[in-house]
């Protein structure tokens, strides 16, 4: 069932390109461009709005029927194990990038190589992963010392369990990646959307049969995995024109994807230091107020994620417009997305900010709500500000540009964690 919702709205992008942007003539080009741009963030909306909705029904449920304590835990294994993920280090931007490129080129084999070359980067980026994830769990103890002691052994077996599985979802996510390049997000999106739902359901049955949190650690863990084969899957189907292959490996564009990346991997770092480690900084110098904290968070991160998917299709579109585009009219196209940047930041920040306290109280109670709106109006604030400029990242990443952005991440980053430590 899973796969027959991907084949139909893949089925139908297939339908849609059968006039390809490469049989189009020059003028139309861009516009087919513009076209699947919009189309793809619409996809990308649509996903994210299903996600959000059990992103937030899930922690209604959770704080109801967990202790704050338990619940503050749970928060933090997901935290601890999510850091598998900036070990990405923009490997799969870079993947869809290039396929991007040399599929406006024509050149499918170069599509190929390059995909393969990411594929290597990938592997040696999940290996780390799986070596941060058990020195996570080994120092759990030494990080949370306000962590009810009956805990722990439960905590370190779940951060393996997910921190093991994100670290084969990111050899998997280069899969992704080349549908991404291809501009075809029906069947990344749809495998994401499936992997949410099963990841609400067995974390509802497993807190329903008041099941540890090692268990629920291991349920979300073969989610994880079994989606992680669903992109291989889906890759092999629908996407098999761009091979990927470690036999035939071109070290030189091993070196050319990660040369791409090392600016982009600083800028992951410092995306870490903004927004990754503020649960994990409350947990450690205050345990109590990890749970209230990580549910402002989520309103937060729900408005940055309907930015972060309208705005998520200009890299591969940009990518493959710097072909045919002079940057006079690149600008023009940066202008513009930025003016529908700031409407989207105001329509969904303003409302919380506003009435984030009755929100909160319908959403997860009077505790959770007096406890938790100072900080929710707190973080958002700072985020529609700061997010303002997410056009011109992505177009600095789409134009092989990111060293640009280099000095103000080093800078936000540290200023971020050296006040955050301070402070608490």
């Given at each position: 069932m899973s796969f027959g919702n991907g084949s139909a709205l893949n089925q139908s992008s297939n339908t849609e390109s059968a006039a390809t942007i490469e049989t189009l003539p020059e003028k139309e080009k861009p516009r087919k461009i513009a076209a699947t741009f919009a189309q793809n963030s619409f996809i990308n909306l649509i996903r994210t709005f299903l996600t959000a909705a059990i992103a937030l029904v899930l922690p209604a449920y959770l704080t109801h029927r967990l202790s704050v304590q338990t619940y503050s835990a749970w928060v933090l294994i997901l935290q601890l194990g999510a850091y598998v993920n900036y070990l990405d280090f923009g490997i799969q931007?870079?993947?869809?990038?290039?396929?991007?490129?040399?599929?406006?080129?024509?050149?499918?084999?170069?599509?190929?190589?390059?995909?393969?070359?990411?594929?290597?980067?990938?592997?040696?980026?999940?290996?780390?992963?799986?070596?941060?994830?058990?020195?996570?769990?080994?120092?759990?103890?030494?990080?949370?010392?306000?962590?009810?002691?009956?805990?722990?052994?439960?905590?370190?077996?779940?951060?393996?369990?997910?921190?093991?599985?994100?670290?084969?979802?990111?050899?998997?996510?280069?899969?992704?990646?080349?549908?991404?390049?291809?501009?075809?997000?029906?069947?990344?999106?749809?495998?994401?959307?499936?992997?949410?739902?099963?990841?609400?359901?067995?974390?509802?049955?497993?807190?329903?049969?008041?099941?540890?949190?090692?268990?629920?650690?291991?349920?979300?863990?073969?989610?994880?995995?079994?989606?992680?084969?669903?992109?291989?899957?889906?890759?092999?189907?629908?996407?098999?024109?761009?091979?990927?292959?470690?036999?035939?490996?071109?070290?030189?564009?091993?070196?050319?994807?990660?040369?791409?990346?090392?600016?982009?991997?600083?800028?992951?770092?410092?995306?870490l230091c903004v927004s990754g480690l503020d649960v994990t900084i409350v947990g450690k110098y205050d345990f109590g107020q990890t749970g209230f904290y990580s549910i402002a968070t989520l309103p937060t991160n729900f408005t940055i994620a309907i930015l972060g998917a309208a705005l998520a299709p200009l890299l591969p579109s940009v990518s493959a417009l710097s072909v045919l585009r002079s940057p006079r009219e690149l600008g023009a196209i940066l202008a513009r997305v930025t003016r529908y940047t700031a409407t989207i930041l105001l329509v969904t920040g303003l409302p919380l900010i506003v009435a984030g306290y009755c929100i909160l109280r319908v959403w997860v109670g009077a505790d959770y709500a007096s406890h938790t709106i100072e900080y929710l109006r707190m973080l958002l604030l700072a985020n529609i500000i700061r997010y303002s400029c997410a056009p011109y990242a992505h177009m600095l990443v789409a134009t092989n540009s990111q060293k640009i952005g280099i000095i103000g991440v080093i800078a936000e980053a540290v200023t971020n964690v050296a006040a955050s430590i301070y402070l608490a």
């Open positions: 931007t870079g993947i869809s990038k290039y396929v991007a490129e040399y599929e406006a080129r024509k050149d499918a084999a170069g599509a190929s190589m390059h995909a393969s070359a990411g594929l290597l980067l990938m592997l040696a980026t999940s290996i780390v992963g799986l070596g941060l994830t058990l020195v996570l769990a080994w120092q759990v103890p030494h990080l949370f010392h306000d962590m009810p002691g009956g805990l722990y052994r439960d905590v370190r077996l779940s951060i393996v369990f997910v921190g093991f599985s994100l670290s084969f979802g990111l050899v998997c996510s280069s899969f992704s990646a080349i549908f991404y390049g291809l501009q075809r997000y029906a069947a990344p999106t749809s495998i994401l959307v499936i992997n949410r739902l099963l990841y609400a359901a067995v974390i509802v049955a497993a807190v329903a049969c008041h099941r540890s949190l090692a268990v629920m650690g291991a349920l979300v863990a073969a989610v994880n995995v079994f989606t992680g084969l669903l992109q291989i899957e889906a890759w092999r189907r629908w996407a098999s024109n761009v091979q990927v292959s470690l036999r035939k490996i071109d070290l030189s564009l091993v070196w050319k994807i990660f040369g791409y990346c090392s600016a982009l991997a600083v800028w992951t770092a410092g995306m």
